[in-house]
């Protein structure tokens, strides 16, 4: 009986033993970093001082994006001498948050007023706090006001806000700057928020002992490291640039009675986008007032069928493969094509037997077009479509950029060769059309399109020209352009030519699908070409969604198009040429 409490007592005293060893193991090893930590939290007290995020610069080193000084307004509870509803009663209406810009109505600030102080006496209420913020990112003015009030407890913590000298310029380009889910500012959208690792830098931190109560230690450790402000990015855009397209596409909106419209310019050499303007935009000081379908850049983000602006990427394909030539006579363009249960026929139900390639492009001929289709083949048109970047993304340096896949090839049957051709049952976006012309101005070279010139900080970073492939050759190229030109000069947007320049351009008016088939009066108008055709300084898309006025691109799309183009011939000093 007595060995066997001995035995218990033994086997007792090892399990102990071995429990008080685990959990010693556990403390020193598996915890150890985490005590350590908790014990560095409690005594040394840390202050984040916040880095100055980078700013966004046009290509004449004009701030678009940069910094203002905001303050963090907040109660310390031992230095308060007034009862925390007066506080809140007098700072509701200083600190409440701005009305929308779209409303002056006093009922409704009135309104914010009430809902300012109902929180701010509820965050002041109750005796668990020592320290409660009163209001964030306030500007001088409303700081100025707090300290007039002359409340003792109340004081400031030093911020920035984002300030955009040129308003909402390029607002979708550039993005905004909001809180994350920590609070701390983030860059959301554009380019805010594909360099925001860049723009945003690193905070700095000031480390200090303290004792029990909270209060340093004098004679304790000091120490920390100061913050890395974020880099500032340089664009190619070209402010006055961008200024005047802003204003043009506004003008053609009301003008035409278009839903919404785009506007890109990019430089064929470099693939640098000089200009990118939206409509409709918003404010990114108040992004919180407007609908958020607004946040994002729809030149990348919306796809859209491009209709007869892509007819010059598959005619050029067809030039390069050598199954056609610009004098190829069709033997197809008499009247409509039969494909199955499907007809296609012309736009204007106008047909020309015997027609050539180049009479093919001027006259938007869709029957010409299913013609060269064939000519090239399903394998070979997939492959060219692919080379010239549709159904890829053109990673551009913006964050939103979105991409609808082809079909797969072998899925495609004659009606998908058919209707590709003259750029209907393919969706791309306008960045992927502009940047795939870009080629064919680019002696058939594609170029990655591109925002940011270069990235300025402790160095600078130069982000050079980068070409993707070579397409098409540089003879299909100079073919394509000689065809796109005749199209300018002789085709249904003629009345808009700009006399004694050689412009290489093409329209595209394209129906909307809804519910599965073609809505006859939603179009989307667009014209994409380049000039000076012969040496392009500029390479131009632009696109109205559903105008009202007609429901075509030689009367919508083209005149817009020819007025900024005769803008950019006076900006860059380009003479005539004839």
Request: charged content about 20%.
């Amino acid at each position: 009986m007595i060995a066997n409490r001995l035995r218990a007592s033994l086997y007792f005293l090892c399990f102990a033993g071995v429990a008080v060893l685990f959990r010693l193991f556990y403390w020193q090893v598996i915890a150890g970093e985490s005590l350590a930590a908790l014990a560095e939290s409690q005594h040394n007290a840390l202050l984040e001082i916040p880095a100055s995020r980078g700013k966004i610069l046009s290509r004449d080193n004009f701030d678009l994006v940069s910094n203002q000084p905001a303050f963090l307004a907040y109660a310390y509870r031992p230095h308060l001498t007034t009862d925390v509803y007066s506080i809140a009663k007098l700072l509701a209406p200083i600190v409440h948050p701005d009305p929308p810009e779209t409303t002056t109505s006093a009922q409704l600030i009135e309104t914010m007023i009430k809902d300012a102080e109902a929180t701010l006496a509820a965050r002041l209420s109750g005796e668990r706090w020592i320290w409660a913020p009163l209001g964030r990112k306030l500007l001088l003015q409303k700081k100025q006001a707090i300290e007039q009030l002359q409340l003792k407890g109340i004081d400031f913590e030093p911020e920035q806000i984002r300030y955009y000298p040129e308003a909402s310029m390029a607002a979708n380009l550039v993005g905004f700057v909001g809180d994350n889910s920590n609070g701390n500012p983030q860059g959301y959208f554009g380019l805010e928020g594909y360099y925001d690792l860049e723009l945003k830098g690193r905070p700095g931190i000031i480390r200090q002992q303290k004792d029990a109560t909270g209060k340093p230690i004098l004679v304790g450790t000091f120490g920390g490291y100061e913050p890395k402000n974020g880099r500032n990015l340089k664009l190619h855009l070209d402010r006055s640039i961008q200024r005047v397209s802003e204003i043009e596409l506004a003008k053609a909106i009301e003008r035409y009675g278009a839903k919404s419209g785009e506007i890109i310019i990019m430089d064929p050499r470099t693939g640098g986008i000089i200009a990118l303007a939206t409509e409709p935009k918003y404010n990114p000081v108040k992004y919180q007032d407007y609908d958020r379908s607004l946040y994002k850049n729809s030149t990348i983000a919306d796809a859209y069928e491009p209709g007869s602006t892509f007819k010059v990427i598959v005619m050029s394909s067809a030039l390069d493969a050598d199954v056609i030539k610009p004098d190829t006579i069709c033997d197809a363009c008499d009247g409509p094509i039969e494909i199955g249960k499907f007809t296609i026929s012309t736009w204007n139900n106008k047909y020309y037997p015997d027609t050539t390639m180049t009479e093919v492009i001027q006259h938007s001929d869709n029957t010409g077009m299913v013609f060269v289709g064939n000519k090239l083949g399903k394998e070979k048109l997939y492959e060219y479509l692919q080379k010239f970047g549709i159904g890829s993304p053109t990673n551009i340096d913006l964050q939103e950029e979105t991409v609808t896949q082809m079909k797969p090839q072998k899925k495609w049957g004659d009606i998908d060769v058919a209707t590709a051709s003259f750029g209907q049952g393919i969706a791309i976006t306008a960045m992927q059309m502009i940047t795939a012309v870009t080629a064919i101005a680019n002696d058939g070279i594609l170029m990655q399109p591109r925002v940011v010139e270069k990235i300025i900080g402790e160095t600078t970073v130069a982000l050079p020209p980068k070409p993707v492939r070579r397409v098409i050759s540089k003879k299909a190229a100079d073919e394509m352009t000689e065809m796109m030109v005749n199209a300018v000069q002789s085709g249904e947007a003629q009345w808009t030519k700009i006399p004694g320049y050689r412009i290489a351009g093409k329209t595209g008016t394209a129906q909307i699908a809804v519910a599965g088939h073609y809505d006859a009066e939603k179009t989307i108008a667009s014209f994409v070409g380049f000039a000076p055709a012969d040496d392009p300084k500029f390479v131009m898309l632009v696109k109205l969604r559903e105008p009202t006025s007609s429901q075509w691109a030689a009367d919508t799309a083209a005149p817009l198009w020819m007025r900024l183009a005769r803008q950019l011939f006076l900006y860059y000093g380009i003479p005539p040429q004839e």
